[in-house]
C-alpha cells in the first residue's frame, strides 16, 4: 500500500460507514440533516483558507461547535432536531460562504483538497472505526427511541444522550467525506444510498448492509467514471448513487 491509495481506501470506508449512519437517519427522518450539518463545516473552511491551515481541521471545529449548539436548542426550546438544524445550518451556510475566499469556494462546496498523508489516512480509518464502533453501540437503543421516545425514557435509556452522541457520530461522517465531496454534496452520501437501501432490504441488517454496499458502490462507480472522462469526483459519486436509488425503484 502507497500514499497513492490512501485516499482510495479512506473513501471507500467513508462510502461504507456513511451507509450504516444513513440507514438511522432516515429512520430517524434526518433526510435533509445530512446537507444542513454538511453547511456547518463552511465557516470552518473559509477561515481555514483565509489563515492557511488544515481545511479539515477548521471545518471539524466549526462542526463541533454547530452541533453542540444544536443539541442545546433541542434541550432548552424543544425544537425539533430538523428544525434546530434548519436554523443553525441558515446562518452557517450564509457566514462561510461570506468567508470562503472566492477561489476556495468550489474546493469547500465540492471537495478537492490537498493530497492524503499517512497521517491523514490514519485518522481517517480512525474516525470510521469510531462511528462505526459508537453506532452499532448505540443501535438497540435508537431502534427504542425511534420507535417510542416515551417508552425508551421509562426503560431507562438516556434519549438525549444517545441523540447527542448520533449526531456527533452524523457530524464525523460529514467530517470524512468532506475531502471528497465538499460541503454541497457530502450529505448525499449519507442519504441517496441508504434510501436505495431501504427500498431493497427486508431487515435492520440486510438494510445496513445494503445501505453500505450502494455507497461504496457508488465511490467505486462515481470515481472510475470521473478518471475515464476527467470529471470531477464529487459531482460523479452523487450522480452514481442517485442512479443506483433510480433503479432500486425497480422493485415493487
Known amino acids: 500500500m502507497n500514499a497513492e491509495t490512501y485516499p482510495l481506501i479512506l473513501a471507500f470506508a467513508t462510502a461504507a460507514v456513511s451507509g450504516i449512519v444513513g440507514s438511522f437517519a432516515l429512520m430517524k427522518r434526518m433526510t435533509l440533516a445530512g446537507d444542513a450539518v454538511s453547511h456547518l463545516a463552511l465557516p470552518g473552511l473559509g477561515l481555514a483558507f483565509l489563515w492557511k491551515i488544515q481545511p479539515l481541521v477548521g471545518a471539524a471545529a466549526t462542526l463541533a461547535i454547530g452541533i453542540v449548539l444544536i443539541d442545546r436548542l ?41 493530497p492524503l498523508s499517512l497521517r491523514g489516512f490514519l485518522l481517517g480509518i480512525a474516525g470510521c472505526a469510531l462511528v462505526t464502533f459508537t453506532v452499532f453501540a448505540m443501535r438497540e437503543r435508537l431502534i427504542l427511541i425511534i420507535f417510542s421516545p416515551d417508552i425508551a425514557r421509562s426503560a431507562g435509556i438516556a434519549v438525549e444522550r444517545v441523540n447527542f452522541l448520533f449526531l456527533a457520530a452524523f457530524g464525523l461522517t460529514i467530517l470524512l467525506g468532506l475531502q471528497y465531496l465538499g460541503a454541497l454534496l457530502v450529505g448525499a452520501i449519507i442519504i441517496v444510498p441508504a434510501a436505495a437501501g431501504r427500498r431493497l432490504a427486508r431487515t435492520l441488517h440486510s438494510f445496513l448492509f445494503l445501505s453500505a454496499a450502494a455507497a461504496t458502490l457508488s465511490v467505486a462507480i462515481g470515481f472510475a467514471v470521473a478518471a475515464r472522462w476527467h470529471l470531477a469526483e464529487g459531482p460523479a459519486v452523487v450522480s452514481a448513487a442517485a442512479v443506483i436509488f433510480g433503479l432500486s425503484l425497480v422493485k415493487k
Open 74 to 114: 433541542q434541550r432548552r426550546t424543544g425544537l425539533a432536531t430538523e428544525t434546530s438544524i434548519g436554523v443553525v445550518f441558515t446562518a452557517g451556510l450564509a457566514l462561510g460562504t461570506l468567508l470562503t475566499p472566492r477561489e476556495d469556494l468550489i474546493d469547500a462546496l465540492f471537495g478537492g483538497f490537498e
